[in-house]
């Protein structure tokens, strides 16, 4: 059965959302206990699952995909949708716990204590969501973490939402191993969104999210590195713009 709530990029689906269904669709999948992971995918992603198949089949067995770089709301205009809207990973983290949704139960895995310490604080003073756990993780290979006992610890907290911090695709990889332990709950991976959370670091300027360059201003690859990914990957994003438009001259749908 065709999905009719994501659309197609190449061989990738992106969930067809905006922040306000993404959060509804948050509170309804933790609330229920339909878990999964939730993959905040960009145009670096999508290209990284065109060269890796095992994580082309992670995407398409995620509960969302959300369109985090605005290449891919691009993608979504020329298959003809509106609904579709940037949901990008730090401001979704950042809007979920100002809603002070009282049925969200969240759980911070990753990055240091320290930085844990000021969410946890800065939450409990602004916004009084139900922080119930959160730990800091080991720097090791995907495979290394002790799945089990993460799994133990967020099931006695009662959490219903999980937020991974590190970086894609090993927060995805993370979150779907974590996913066999943890079947009810949802794990979503936001990267640096905790830094940015409590201003350790700054996130990218407005209007470069808006002309989808903000991996300049927030990569630790090099600028003169970025410049040369962002030339070539335009030839890409352009090969999928005229993709679409051949799908859709085709009589193909946006979910097909």
Not at 27 to 42: D, F, P
Not at 120 to 135: D, Y
Request: glycine share 8%; proline share 4%; charged share 25%.
């Amino acid at each position: 059965m065709n999905d009719k709530n994501r659309f197609r990029i190449n061989n990738i689906h992106i969930s067809n959302t905006n922040p306000k269904d993404a959060f509804e669709k948050i509170v309804e999948y933790a609330t229920s206990g339909h878990g999964g992971y939730i993959c905040v995918s960009n145009l670096r992603m999508v290209l990284y699952a065109g060269k890796h198949p095992e994580y082309a089949d992670l995407m398409e067995h995620s509960l969302m995909n959300f369109p985090d770089g605005k290449p891919l709301t691009w993608c979504g205009r020329m298959w003809g949708i509106k609904k579709v809207h940037r949901t990008c990973g730090p401001d979704f983290f950042a809007a979920t716990l100002r809603s002070g949704n009282q049925q969200l139960k969240h759980y911070l895995l990753g990055d240091t204590e320290e930085v844990i310490r000021k969410i946890v604080e800065k939450n409990s003073k602004e916004t009084k969501s139900q922080i119930v756990g959160a730990e800091s993780l080991p720097f090791t290979d995907v495979d290394n973490f002790d799945y089990r006992g993460i799994a133990e610890r967020i099931k006695a907290s009662g959490a219903n939402v999980v937020w991974t911090a590190m970086r894609a695709p090993k927060q995805d990889q993370f979150n779907q191993i974590l996913y066999k332990h943890l079947p009810n709950v949802v794990s979503i991976g936001v990267g640096r969104a905790f830094r940015i959370y409590i201003n350790e670091i700054k996130d990218a300027p407005k209007w470069t999210k808006e002309l989808g360059l903000s991996g300049l201003f927030i990569s630790r690859d090099g600028f003169f590195k970025d410049v040369k990914w962002y030339t070539t990957s335009l030839f890409r994003l352009m090969g999928f713009f005229a993709q679409i438009l051949k799908r859709r001259m085709g009589g193909k749908k946006y979910y097909e």
